[in-house]
Structures are given as structure tokens and as C-alpha cells.
């Protein structure tokens, strides 16, 4: 697949679930006002939107229709997003900005912030539940709610976000780093892709690696977030380091130095392909997106 | 039925939820082990259950088995205590004691809290959404978690949590009053009381007039707050206002002065009973609930 092709695939994606999140997140009028502009300031505030793209790429891979499953890849947005909203938080990562604008905190207060993410948090499993019982989904969506919340719960992203709030500032090996990335990031993007499969009816076995991709892919992704943290802070500041670097938290390049971390990417890659080979899925788009998330310039 | 019998059942209702609570939380080890220590510490610590007492009562009220809704019940209480966590923030209400005990954030730092309200929130709907597929309550699943997601959002729960601290230290009247309250404590109290009709397998009319009920009842049990907050601080310390008055929220007492305020109380009890009755449940258990809500010391 050409770069001309996959960014059109990416243009697809992001149009398809914006649209669904403009037209069904929360209007903005009576006395819980504020917090419905805030989740819309939040959500529709620009962002990649990968892992939405992944669950259509992977539901299309295995011979489904991507339209079926714009209610779930938009509850997976909002799912990242109030997580997103609450790592920015003081009391977390005390992040002013995000994708260029004032993070939610610093727009609309810390309070309006913490329920933002909750009510977003709330509405991606609403909308999981709401789900149309299509002729073929419907026996799907228990499925699809579980595997989310398995992969947002303590199991999944949130223990990952607690083990890299402590090891901040103190030594931690390849293991520990590798165990909070596959929960922070991986496991959200292998549940993505898994869904994807559930939802297009593939056997058990596909799932798997659709599964197996996804959570590689988290890896791939999460490789190329630390070097961009290098290479851009470092434009940008001369000869400082990276925010992570500054916040004492250990990122591939601190621990293995700038060319390894390049190899162990590419590594990466090569083991989300061969899961993608390994599936029998047509795999173009999945892999494409794969190769876009190690070599993207932000 | 006797004070003794509606104690009893209480006290029944709260070890089926805190038995099931402490055989599924997640246990206190690996990497994220501080979270699932503070899951433990803030769920486990105590509290009325009156929630999950209320599913019990409805369910069985309906003609339902409660032992059937006890996943359900624990899902409602993790929600409840979620919001109390993040409810206690610093950037919230600012408490530092909750049922005589350190708040999360006080015991294991801010961080921690927000992600352990975090992690209970996910739990809370990865447990509905794994609901045992029981011959004759599959069906019902959705309907719950819907019905559940939909009080906890911004149409409910946490629309009254903002609408609440948006008329902090400002003016506000009755009408303001009855909408936060019917959001804040309403939502999840007509939600509690509707499930148990649902996965009794009640006719929708039923259910109606049960989600009517739990909505008085939430009202009635706020009131008792107010005057519980009151009371009970003026005999702690003399004739200091309450921590609601001191925090610049609106109570009843404050607005109507709290011979009114216990008038109104028993006027929404007495609308509660009259919902129960229109509803034609087996409702003694449940009149009990309302009148001991009303009627308590704490």
C-alpha cells in the first residue's frame, strides 16, 4: 500500500469517527453545560485517531464491514481521551498542553477536568452497551465490552499508567518497561484490533492474532512516541532532553541508547508482520499502519 | 416489617455485596499492586450499601432471586465509590475523612486516587458486561448496563456533580436544587431500584414505577443528609454550621430552614409509598429501605 493510499485510509478513518462523535456526544445547554463543552473540547480537539483506524482496518481484514463498528471505535477514543484528560492532570504528568491547545485542566479548571474524563469514560461503555443489535453483532457486543474493559481496567491501561507513576525516578529494568508499555499503551491497541476481528465474525484463532498484532503494534508505536520525544524536544530546546527524560521516566533511548532503540523498532515491526502472516488476514491496510506508526514524523 | 427484620435484611444485603466485592477485586500483587491495595482500601472500607440493598429489595419485590443481581450490585457500589473518590479530591470537595478513615487520596496521594476511581469505574462495567449468561437473565444484560451507564454519565451522576460545584458559593433555588439533587444521589438510586425489576424479568410498566420509586427514595435520602450534616455537626461542634453550609452548597435546611425540610422529608416518603403501591410489588422490604433512608442516625 502506497503512502498516498494509507493516508487516505487515515483521512477515511478520522472523518468516519469524528462524525460519529460530533453528532452523539452531549449537546451543549442546561445546567450540566460546562462539562458537555468540555468533552467536546477534549474529543474533537484533533488527534491521530489510530486506534479507531485499527479496529476498521482489522475488522475489513477479516472480511467485515468497518461502517458496523463506528460506535465501538468511537467509545475506544473516548476511552484513550479521558485517560488522556486525567494523565494531564497536577496531581499526574502536569501537562499544559495537548496537540498544541491548553490541556482540559487548564481551560476549564481541575474539577471540570476529572469529571470530564469520568463522563467520557462513562459514555464510551454506554455507547458499547447501545450498540445496534444488528442480525450478526448482536452476540458480539458482550464480547466487545469485555475485551475493552479487561484492556481499560487495572489489568490493562490503568495498571500500566500506576506502574509508570512509580517508577518514576527511580531505577527499572527492560522487564518493567516493557511490562508498563504493553499495559499502558498495548494493551488498548491490541484490544482495537481484536475487536476489529470479533466484529467482522472471524474464528477465535484470527482474533488472537489480530490480538497479538495490536498489542505489537502498541509497541511499535510506543518505540517511535520516545524517539520523536528525542528528536523533536531536542529541535525545539537545543541540546535538552526530552519531557520524559525531564520526568525521570525511562524511555527506550535512555536505557538502550538511540540506534538500538531504532533496531529494536524495526524489530518490532517485523514481529507485528509476521503476526499479521501468521493470521491469513488480508493484511495490507494493518500493515501499512503498522510501518506508518514506527516511521511518522509526530 | 419490624426495625429488627429490615436490619436484618441490611445486614444480609451488605455481606452479599462485601463477600462478592472481596472474592473479585483484583489481589495486592505485580507491578500494579498499589492500585488493587487501594481498590480494596476504598470499597472495602465500610459504608451503608444502600444501593445494592435496593436491588436486592426490587429484584426480589418483583419476583426475581436476589443472589442472581449480586454482580449487578457490586457493579453499582464500585460506581458509587468511584465517584466518592474522585468526589473527595483536593480539587473537589477537598475531604480528608470518609467513613472516619483517610480519603484515597489522603492514604496513597492523589495520583493514586484518581486511577483508583479510574480502575473501580472500568471494573464496574467489565463486571456487568461479564454478567453470568443465566437462561433467563442473557437477555437482560444489555438493558442493565445501559440503564446504568446512562444514570453514572452526564445525564445523571456526574451532571449533578458539575451542576453542584458550578452553584457552589453562588445563589440558587428550589428548581436548581431538585435537578442536582435528582442527578447527583436521584440517577443512580432510580437506576439501583429499576435494575432489580429488569433482572426479575418485570414487565416494563413495573419497572417504571420501581425507577420512580429509587428516584423518591434518592430525594428522601438526600434530605436525611442535609439534615444528618446539620445535626450532626452542630453537636460536634456547637453551633458551627455544617461542612455543606461551610463549603457555600445549598441544603435544604439552609433554603427552607429544617422544620420544613423534615416536613418535605416525609412528603417524599410518603410519594415513594405511592409509587410502590401503583406499582403493585411486594413492597414491604422496600418501604422499610424508605422509611429507615429517612428516618436513620447516620
Same mark, same amino acid.
Do not use: N, W
Given at each position: 500500500m502506497s503512502n498516498v493510499e494509507v493516508s487516505r485510509f487515515l483521512d477515511e478513518s478520522r472523518n468516519r469517527v469524528e462524525g460519529y462523535l460530533d453528532s452523539n456526544l452531549p449537546d451543549v445547554s442546561g445546567p450540566a453545560g460546562t462539562i458537555a463543552e468540555a468533552m467536546r473540547y477534549a474529543v474533537l480537539g484533533?488527534?491521530?485517531?489510530?486506534?479507531?483506524?485499527?479496529?476498521?482496518?482489522?475488522?475489513?481484514?477479516?472480511?467485515?464491514?468497518?461502517?458496523?463498528?463506528?460506535? %465501538?471505535?468511537?467509545?475506544?477514543?473516548?476511552?484513550?481521551?479521558? #485517560?488522556?484528560?486525567?494523565?494531564?492532570?497536577?496531581?499526574?504528568?502536569d501537562d499544559d498542553l495537548r496537540r498544541g491547545q491548553p490541556t482540559v485542566h487548564r481551560k476549564f479548571g481541575e474539577a471540570v477536568a476529572i469529571l470530564t474524563g469520568d463522563a467520557l469514560h462513562t459514555l464510551a461503555f454506554e455507547w458499547l452497551s447501545r450498540f445496534p443489535s444488528g442480525d450478526d453483532l448482536a452476540g458480539r457486543r458482550t464480547r466487545v465490552s469485555t475485551t475493552l474493559a479487561t484492556a481499560a481496567g487495572v489489568a490493562g491501561m490503568v495498571g500500566g499508567q500506576i506502574a509508570d507513576l512509580e517508577h518514576e525516578q527511580r531505577p527499572t529494568d527492560e522487564t518493567m518497561l516493557a511490562w508498563i508499555h504493553s499495559h499502558k499503551t498495548g494493551a488498548l491497541f491490541a484490544a482495537s484490533s481484536e475487536v476489529g476481528g470479533i466484529l467482522a465474525g472471524a474464528d477465535d484463532s484470527i482474533c488472537a492474532d489480530l490480538r497479538a498484532f495490536g498489542a505489537e503494534l502498541g509497541l511499535t508505536f510506543q518505540i517511535a512516541d520516545d524517539l520523536l520525544d528525542l528528536v523533536s524536544t531536542a529541535e525545539t530546546?537545543?541540546?535538552?532532553?526530552?519531557?520524559?527524560?525531564?520526568?525521570?521516566?525511562?524511555?527506550?533511548?535512555?536505557?538502550?541508547?538511540?540506534?538500538?532503540?531504532?533496531?529494536?523498532?524495526?524489530? #518490532?515491526?517485523?514481529?507485528?508482520?509476521?503476526?499479521?502472516?501468521?493470521?491469513? %488476514?488480508?493484511?495490507?491496510?494493518?500493515?501499512?499502519l503498522a510501518h506508518l506508526a514506527l516511521h511518522r514524523s509526530r
Open positions: 484533533g488527534g491521530k485517531r489510530i486506534r479507531p483506524a485499527l479496529v476498521f482496518a482489522a475488522c475489513e481484514a477479516a472480511g467485515g464491514r468497518a461502517e458496523a463498528t463506528i460506535p %465501538v471505535a468511537a467509545a475506544i477514543e473516548m476511552i484513550h481521551t479521558y #485517560s488522556l484528560i486525567h494523565d494531564d492532570l497536577p496531581a499526574m504528568d530546546l537545543g541540546k535538552t532532553p526530552g519531557k520524559d527524560l525531564r520526568a525521570g521516566k525511562t524511555t527506550y533511548p535512555a536505557m538502550f541508547g538511540e540506534a538500538a532503540t531504532r533496531e529494536m523498532g524495526e524489530a #518490532s515491526l517485523a514481529r507485528a508482520r509476521a503476526h499479521l502472516e501468521q493470521s491469513g %488476514v488480508h493484511a495490507e491496510t494493518l500493515y501499512a
